[in-house]
């Protein structure tokens, strides 16, 4: 009984694989959501607009997204002066409490909200994994979601066609 659920489960993760990479290759514009970062300052996703936004979804108890935290650091002190901004998006069944010890313990210099009412997974097509990524133009044109894993290369190389450079 326990290899077919193994089974049935590396299935479901392969398909959610393939949705993955066939849902990249065509682009829709991103909501608009106004959310309260971690201290509570408002912020409405459109007052990004004009710059390049990676939304990541993300959870304290996600040892991927846990991992993947270093490159997300790097990502921003190579590109923020340039203006992209990075969103992490805690899911929802996190604490307030938790995900500011993160915070502070990896030291992340990029904005933090808590999806608390799954706002935010709900107008990116029911987010329910975490890590799960966005990448959003300075026009709102939504040109990556990655479901795990961040692909550093190819997300570098979306931001330099973006006209980005690392610094």
Known sequence: MKLRHYSLAILITVALYLINWISDSH????PNIVFEDIDGVQHNLSQYQGQPVLLTFWATDCLGCIREIPELIKLDHKFSS????????????????????????????????????????????????????????????????KIGSLNIKLLHKKLYSMGMLPV
């Open 27 to 30: 682009h829709k514009i991103s």
């Open 82 to 145: 340039q203006g992209l901004t990075i969103i992490a998006v805690a899911m929802f069944y996190d604490s307030p409490e938790r995900i500011k010890e993160i915070r502070e313990h990896k030291q992340l210099p990029y904005l933090i909200t808590w999806d608390n009412k799954s706002k935010f997974a709900q107008a990116f097509d029911n987010v329910i994994i975490a890590p799960t990524h966005f990448l959003i133009a300075p026009n709102g044109e939504i040109k990556m979601r």
